[in-house]
């Protein structure tokens, strides 16, 4: 069956160091990946995309990582800070069709 | 510059009634898109517009109707509410309908059933 799986459990890391999420899939052929951030009580934010024949791309603070034949995403965020504390989302989408199939979500607490 | 803006932000229903929620973008996106959240299940499409005039299923539409009433917005209609269908609501547009086009997103629906 398909599946897109990222970090079960809630993430805590000290402010200043690297916060690293992952989405793993399984079952899907994405010829996108994107990354999205979700607050409490919003819609989601669009971050990041990704195409399959990118190994990383990067923006300011963050980084992903897109490895199709492992079927995984790595997201990172370096020199954290208690701001960047949100859920973060990834979602594949594919070459045909036009859906986006989304994670639950990884919850990042940045601690002071 | 409002983005996507959907109403109401809240809503209580009883299993039976009918109700529709709106969205609205104001970006010039040619597709629109309904999800529901709900926890540990993540984001799940119920209708998408891929442009004005066409609506197609998603992973989820039992229940539900979508009306894309021109380019700007795309309703959701509910006939007979059920206690499933107690979740967020969320509305989303992009430029084109395709997997490298990012989404953006309205603040959401949060409708319960009783």
């Known amino acids: 069956s398909q599946k897109i799986e990222q970090n079960s459990e809630a993430l805590n890391i000290q402010e200043g160091k690297t916060a690293t999420l992952t989405c793993n899939y399984t079952?899907?052929?994405?010829?996108?990946l994107q990354w999205y951030r979700q607050d409490p009580g919003r819609g989601p934010v669009f971050l990041l995309l990704?195409?399959?024949?990118?190994k990383e791309k990067r923006k300011e603070r963050l980084k992903v990582t897109f490895d199709t034949t492992l079927k995984q995403s790595l997201f990172h965020i370096t020199a954290s800070q208690p701001a960047d504390s949100a859920t973060y989302l990834c979602?594949?989408?594919?070459?045909?069709?036009?859906?986006?199939?989304f994670g639950t979500g990884t919850s990042l607490t940045v601690i002071p | 510059n409002a983005g996507v803006t959907q109403t109401p932000k809240f809503q209580v229903l009883k299993t039976g009634q009918s109700m529709t929620l709106q969205c609205a973008q104001d970006?010039?996106?040619?597709?629109m898109y309904w999800y529901r959240q709900d926890p540990g299940m993540g984001l799940r499409l119920i209708y998408y517009?891929?442009?004005?005039?066409?609506?197609d299923k998603g992973e989820v539409p039992n229940g539900y109707n979508v009306s894309r009433l021109n380019k700007r917005e795309f309703s959701l209609r509910l006939e007979s509410a059920a206690p499933s269908q107690t979740s967020v609501y969320f509305c989303?547009?992009?430029?084109?309908?395709?997997?490298?086009?990012?989404?953006?997103f309205g603040d959401g629906t949060r409708l319960s059933i009783l």
């Open positions: 989303a547009s992009s430029e084109r309908d395709r997997g490298n086009q990012p989404q953006h």
């Open positions: 979602a594949l989408g594919e070459n045909t069709g036009n859906q986006f199939y």
């Open positions: 990704i195409r399959e024949n990118e």
């Open positions: 079952n899907y052929s994405p010829a996108y």
């Open positions: 517009s891929a442009s004005e005039g066409t609506t």
């Open positions: 970006m010039n996106h040619n597709s």
